[in-house]
Every structure is written in C-alpha cells, then in structure tokens.
C-alpha cells in the first residue's frame, strides 16, 4: 500500500509559479509510475503529468505542456510538479498518483493523495 503525501499548494497570481512536492511512504517507491491528477471545481478529475520509475521519460496534458514540469528523486522518495506560467484555468485541487503501469497511472492509477488545492487569481 503506497500512502502519498501532497504539500506546496496556495494561493498565487496569475503568471506566477508554484511548487508541489509529494512524499511517498513505500520503500519500492522507484517501482512505481507516478503522476498529477487536478480536479477543478465542478468538473471531472483530470491528468496533468506523469513520470516513468527513473524520471528519464515525461507526459504531459495538451493544456499543462510547456509550462509544468514533473520531477522525482528516488531517493527522497518526493515527486515534484513545478508550475509556472500559472493561469485561473490551473486553478484546482491536485493529487498525486502512483501506479505499477505507465498507462494506468495516466488513466485511473490504484493510488491517490488527499490532494492539494492552487488558487490562482487574476
């Protein structure tokens, strides 16, 4: 059972950049697929960006290319998604996520945090 643990949400204005940190409790942490999932308010929850067990290969959303970026240290067992160019549509609470599958873990992945939220004002 793999517990996730999301921080780095808040408030920031439009243009800016922000940083969301996920900690993972599972030992095989580098076994694991791990993504972001957002769910805007009054609509279905969608991915963002997702990283291979090595971080060597990225995907990312139409709408999130070029301005997020995933990252994981496996050795802290943190996957990180930096933010920039933020707009009101970023506006949503955001999961983190882990799966054994790289397509799983960009469609319905087994394991979800409790999620943070980013407000971004314009």
């Known amino acids: 059972q793999v517990q996730l643990v999301e921080s780095g949400g808040g408030l920031v204005q439009a243009g800016g950049s922000l940083r969301l940190s996920c900690a993972a409790s599972?030992?095989?942490?580098?076994?694991?697929?791990m993504g972001w999932f957002r769910q805007a308010p009054g609509k279905v929850r969608e991915f963002v960006a997702a990283?291979?067990?090595?971080?060597?290969?990225?995907y990312y959303a139409d709408s999130v290319k070029g301005r997020f970026t995933i990252s994981r240290d496996n050795a802290k067992n943190t996957v990180d998604l930096y933010m920039n160019s933020l707009n009101p549509e970023d506006t949503a609470v955001y999961y983190c996520?882990?799966?054994?599958?790289?397509?799983?873990?960009?469609?319905?992945?087994?394991?979800w945090g409790q999620g943070t939220s980013v407000t971004v004002s314009s």
């Open positions: 990283t291979d067990w090595s971080g060597g290969n990225t």
């Open positions: 996520v882990a799966d054994t599958s790289t397509l799983v873990v960009r469609t319905a992945p087994h394991y």
């Open positions: 599972e030992r095989t942490f580098s076994m694991y697929y």
